[in-house]
């Protein structure tokens, strides 16, 4: 049983690349931002040699939204309250034999949000808008071992959405699919390992995808569909024999159809977002990876994962940006424990170019970025089923300006203090 809770209040970048004469940036601040999580997880056996797993979960989450009207932030011009509850469950039914190993997996989850906006200017309250989301799979898992150094593992799943609320809107229809993916693993020795796979799976929209306007900022597409995507990759992997190195590569090819984008629409002389799907996209990329362990003391890991991805042609002949999609990210950490008390945590990440989208339709490209995290642990107190450990935090040591989105950049340099327990 786990509870992750967050009591928090928020900035965020007022879109700086856009001149308020000419444009429309927004004002935003989160006075109040809660999230919870209470998460139990169980498992049993249920006779017959077959075991039960379960996970059931539950969130909380509330968030005030605050817009203003310039960058003083005095004059308060609207405002979003919102609420959001999401109960989960998973239950995986497995049967494990001499040469096939079945599994059987349900998933649900149900998903509603309470929103009411407020407009200051008009002294307007908007009424309650309630929307709500349940997303079901059923499916089957099976590894069979075809010969005592390889494995084929195949899944087959079926998957429905529905929205039975939605905020006084048109109702969306359900969605479904059916997934399927298949692998299989080698080991030709032993220091070595090769798996394949080949999978079909698709992603729903979720209720903001479907129904988010964030304050003004969107318009609702009502015929937006679900993406499709099929995913083949081979991994290549080796392990020392003692452990102390794993190495890692991975190629892989991607092809979506239906890929969500945004685009710009102008409704009344303003320019507003709109989430809409694209005929579809290719792609395919390689991440890599290096684990060593150099002795009980020092840890290194280098990840890095490259991938090129287009936008399939439209009707009319164009062919869109993928936006937001960084051509290169790698990541370097080490973690040292340079004395019987003492640990440290540090963590270099590095993200290439992506490209984004002016208000007036310009293709940008966002700079590269390079964060640096640390985190250094001292030892409190150590018994025999766990430690206590206190910490000093440093994000974005290098107080380095980092651009997910257009006008939007991450925190700044960040410091944070804390405790932390660990079962042993």
Same mark, same amino acid.
């Given at each position: 049983?786990?509870?992750?809770?967050?009591?928090?209040?928020?900035?965020?970048?007022?879109?700086?690349?856009?001149?308020?004469?000419?444009?429309?940036?927004?004002?935003?601040? /989160? @006075?109040?931002?809660?999230?919870?999580?209470?998460?139990?997880?169980?498992?049993?056996?249920?006779?017959?040699?077959?075991?039960?797993?379960?996970?059931?979960?539950?969130?909380?989450?509330?968030?005030?939204?605050?817009?203003?009207?310039?960058?003083?932030?005095?004059?308060?011009?609207?405002?979003?309250?919102?609420?959001?509850? &999401?109960?989960?469950?998973?239950?995986?039914?497995?049967?494990?034999?001499?040469?096939?190993?079945?599994?059987?997996?349900?998933?649900?989850?149900?998903?509603?949000?309470?929103?009411?906006?407020?407009?200051?200017?008009?002294? =307007?309250?908007?009424?309650?808008?309630?929307?709500?989301?349940?997303?079901?799979?059923?499916?089957?898992?099976?590894?069979?071992?075809?010969?005592?150094?390889?494995?084929?593992?195949?899944?087959?799943?079926?998957?429905?959405? &529905?929205?039975?609320?939605?905020?006084?809107?048109? *109702?969306?229809?359900?969605?479904?699919?059916?997934?399927?993916?298949?692998?299989?693993?080698?080991?030709?020795?032993?220091?070595?390992?090769?798996?394949?796979?080949?999978?079909?799976? &698709?992603?729903? @929209?979720?209720?903001?995808?479907?129904?988010?306007?964030?304050?003004?900022?969107?318009?609702?597409?009502?015929?937006?569909?679900?993406?499709?995507?099929?995913?083949?990759?081979?991994?290549?992997?080796?392990?020392?024999?003692?452990?102390?190195?794993?190495?890692?590569?991975?190629?892989?090819?991607?092809? =979506?159809?239906?890929?969500?984008?945004?685009?710009?629409?102008?409704?009344?002389?303003?320019?507003?977002?709109?989430?809409?799907?694209?005929?579809?996209?290719?792609? /395919?990329?390689?991440?890599?990876?290096?684990?060593?362990?150099?002795?009980?003391?020092?840890?290194?890991?280098?990840?890095?994962?490259?991938?090129?991805?287009?936008?399939?042609?439209?009707?009319?002949?164009?062919? *869109?940006?993928?936006?937001?999609?960084?051509?290169?990210?790698?990541?370097?950490?080490?973690?040292?424990?340079?004395?019987?008390?003492?640990?440290? /945590?540090?963590?270099?990440?590095?993200?290439?170019?992506?490209?984004?989208?002016?208000?007036?339709?310009?293709?940008?490209?966002?700079? &590269?970025?390079?964060?640096?995290?640390?985190?250094?642990?001292?030892?409190?107190?150590?018994?025999?089923?766990?430690?206590?450990?206190?910490?000093?935090? =440093?994000?974005?040591?290098?107080?380095?300006? =980092?651009?997910?989105?257009?006008?939007? @950049?991450?925190?700044?340099?960040?410091?944070?203090?804390?405790?932390?327990?660990?079962?042993?």
């Amino acid at each position: 049983l786990s509870l992750f809770s967050v009591a928090a209040e928020r900035g965020i970048a007022s879109q700086g690349h856009i001149d308020p004469e000419s444009g429309s940036p927004r004002y935003w601040r /989160y @006075p109040r931002w809660r999230f919870d999580q209470l998460t139990l997880n169980s498992a049993a056996n249920v006779g017959a040699g077959m075991g039960l797993r379960s996970t059931v979960w539950f969130q909380h989450f509330e968030q005030t939204i605050d817009q203003y009207t310039d960058d003083s932030y005095t004059v308060l011009e609207s405002s979003e309250d919102d609420k959001d509850k &999401t109960l989960g469950l998973r239950l995986v039914l497995e049967r494990p034999q001499d040469r096939v190993d079945l599994r059987l997996i349900g998933n649900a989850q149900v998903t509603t949000h309470d929103q009411v906006d407020t407009d200051y200017v008009a002294g =307007i309250r908007g009424p309650l808008q309630s929307y709500r989301q349940d997303i079901f799979s059923l499916g089957a898992e099976a590894d069979t071992a075809i010969h005592e150094k390889m494995t084929l593992s195949t899944a087959l799943s079926y998957d429905l959405a &529905t929205t039975p609320e939605t905020g006084g809107r048109d *109702p969306q229809d359900d969605l479904s699919d059916w997934a399927a993916s298949m692998a299989l693993r080698w080991n030709p020795v032993d220091a070595w390992q090769i798996t394949g796979s080949l999978g079909q799976r &698709t992603r729903f @929209p979720s209720l903001r995808e479907l129904y988010g306007v964030a304050l003004g900022q969107f318009v609702v597409n009502p015929v937006l569909r679900p993406e499709t995507a099929l995913l083949g990759d081979v991994t290549f992997e080796r392990n020392s024999r003692g452990g102390e190195l794993r190495l890692r590569v991975t190629p892989w090819t991607l092809h =979506i159809d239906d890929t969500l984008s945004q685009r710009f629409v102008t409704i009344d002389g303003v320019r507003l977002r709109q989430r809409y799907n694209l005929q579809g996209s290719d792609g /395919y990329g390689l991440e890599a990876g290096v684990d060593w362990f150099i002795d009980d003391r020092l840890e290194l890991r280098l990840h890095g994962n490259w991938q090129k991805l287009e936008a399939r042609v439209e009707d009319d002949g164009t062919r *869109p940006e993928l936006l937001l999609r960084p051509e290169f990210q790698a990541s370097f950490i080490v973690d040292w424990m340079f004395s019987e008390n003492w640990d440290l /945590y540090l963590e270099v990440r590095h993200m290439g170019t992506a490209l984004d989208e002016e208000e007036d339709g310009t293709i940008v490209e966002l700079p &590269t970025s390079t964060e640096m995290n640390m985190r250094l642990f001292r030892l409190l107190q150590q018994g025999a089923v766990g430690r206590w450990r206190a910490y000093v935090g =440093i994000e974005n040591a290098s107080d380095e300006i =980092i651009l997910p989105q257009l006008g939007l @950049p991450q925190p700044g340099r960040t410091v944070s203090l804390g405790v932390t327990f660990e079962r042993i």
